[in-house]
């Protein structure tokens, strides 16, 4: 039993994984935040703005506050999601 243990977890407390993450449920989430993205994004456009990543993050982050709270994994989502929504609209 130990040497499955073992190899499972590895050596020690520090290989042990913390936490699993659930594919499903991150690919959902990167979803969402793209739908949002773009759609701040594009309202952005029709009024005649031109969205800068930097900014489009932002507004995000504060309609993503309104639901929950941003993790630092929703984070980096919404760094990444932002610059590619600013260049897929053409802006930045």
Do not use: F, H, N
């Amino acid at each position: 039993m130990a040497q499955v243990e073992a190899g499972i977890y590895g050596d020690g407390p520090q290989a042990r994984p913390g936490q699993y993450v659930d594919p499903v449920a991150l690919g959902s989430l990167i979803v969402s935040i793209a739908a949002l993205g773009w759609q701040i994004g594009s309202d952005l456009m029709k009024r005649g703005e031109r969205p800068a990543p930097d900014g489009l993050a932002e507004r995000i982050r504060v309609e993503r506050r309104l639901e929950s709270g941003v993790t630092s994994v929703e984070d980096k989502i919404v760094e990444i999601v932002s610059i590619e929504v600013v260049k897929r609209l053409g802006g930045g």
